[in-house]
């Protein structure tokens, strides 16, 4: 299995009656970056990888122009965070504090965070399911907390360390499509059932995200809505990292800078190590 389109993007499309729309998303760039910068263990990369996808796909289908975080939390294990913004810099994080396999169950939660418009955070949180996989905890997620109808697809897979494919689809009723026609729904519910699985659908269409949409859509005529490129990424900066200790009060900074020593702060995302003069703190 190798990708013959590596360039990471997501293609936007639309039914011509208006009653579905579908995004697909190839990913693999982007979250073999991530996945080396968090070096998450083997049993736990796969998830990692579903989730950055479907961070991307909700951020594209829900979100476009803002900010938009995935995250599994367990409190048992930690939690995975796949951050995906508007300029496509896409950044995940991996923060495990006990010993076991990280996936869905029904001690897992996922929640999706996104910046509305005039800067509110709205949240949904979700419960998973041993039964279930994050393509399904995605899917319900949509329908709960969204009220969206929707079906979602990810799928990853890995020849020993490599990652060589990672993606996903969205297929959502868009509100028109609540009067289609039974025909039309039957037709597409058929469809979806009989796909087979997101690497396989990628890989019988050579990884070719066109290709893809034509599988999906069968004989219902679509059109292309456009392509979203996205990359790996970081937003960490010395300025926010300046920002965030300038809310500590003069004695946790008289601390911090008593040794005189250049303060070195970590991103827990990029691994960046960003340098910090004592004398800028205490201007």
Partial sequence: MTPTSPTDHALRTMCDE??????????????????????????SRGLMADLISASILLR????????????????????LVADSHADGTTRGLIRRHGEGRFETRSSTLLSVHRTMFGGDIHQGVVETSEDQSLAD????????????????GLGHHFQDDDLVFSGGYIVQLMPEGE???????????????????????FEECEFDTEAVAAELFGPLPYRSLGTNDFHPGCICSVERVRTA??????????ELTSDEEVLEVDCDYCGAVHQIE?????C
């Fill in 137 to 152: 905890a995605v899917t319900g997620y949509l329908h709960r907390s969204e009220q969206v109808t929707s079906v979602v």
């Fill in 245 to 254: 200790l300038d809310t500590l009060s003069d004695e946790e900074i008289a």
């Fill in 179 to 201: 009067e289609a026609d039974q025909a039309t729904l039957a037709l597409m519910t058929a469809r979806l059932q009989g796909l087979a699985s997101v690497p396989q659908l």
């Fill in 18 to 43: 208006g009653n579905f729309r579908i995004v697909i998303a190839s990913t693999r760039q982007t979250v073999a970056e991530i996945l080396d910068a968090q070096s998450p263990a083997p049993s």
């Fill in 278 to 282: 004592p004398e800028t703190l205490r």
């Fill in 60 to 79: 594209l289908t829900m979100s476009p122009d803002n900010r938009l975080q995935a995250i599994l939390q367990n409190q048992s294990l930690g939690s």
